[in-house]
């Protein structure tokens, strides 16, 4: 069983900046990859990020590639998710996941995942 806890969330203004962290539980954290996840209002849930459990591959969506960063930290049993250049349409709800995946090509399928944090909320105003 893992424990997904997101924090970091908030308000900036569009061009600023804010650091996702998700904390994790358990002592298996290095063998699962990890993906960042967002849903807007109104909006399906859509992949973000994800990071790699060995050597830390990383692949982003296009809508926020060069902009946000993922990156963990195994021995904190912590992943972030730096953004950067932040627009309005970034609002949303921002979801942690954690899954044995074995295929670089399932990391942005949802249904990949087993394990989800609750949410922490991403306002960008313009």
């Known amino acids: 069983q893992v424990q997904l806890v997101e924090s970091g969330g908030g308000l900036v203004q569009a061009g600023g900046s804010l650091r996702l962290s998700c904390a994790a539980s358990?002592?298996?954290?290095?063998?699962?990859?990890m993906g960042w996840f967002r849903q807007a209002p109104g909006k399906e849930r859509e992949f973000v990020a994800a990071?790699?459990?060995?050597?830390?591959?990383?692949v982003y969506a296009d809508s926020v590639k060069g902009r946000f960063t993922i990156s963990r930290d195994n021995a904190k049993n912590t992943m972030y998710l730096q953004m950067n250049s932040l627009k309005p349409e970034d609002t949303a709800v921002y979801y942690c996941?954690?899954?044995?995946?074995?295929?670089?090509?399932?990391?942005?399928?949802?249904?990949?995942?087993?394990?989800w944090g609750q949410g922490t909320q991403v306002t960008v105003s313009s």
């Open positions: 996941a954690a899954g044995v995946i074995r295929y670089y090509s399932h990391y942005f399928l949802s249904t990949r995942y087993d394990y």
């Open positions: 358990g002592r298996t954290f290095s063998s699962y990859t």
């Open positions: 990071i790699s459990w060995g050597v830390g591959s990383t």
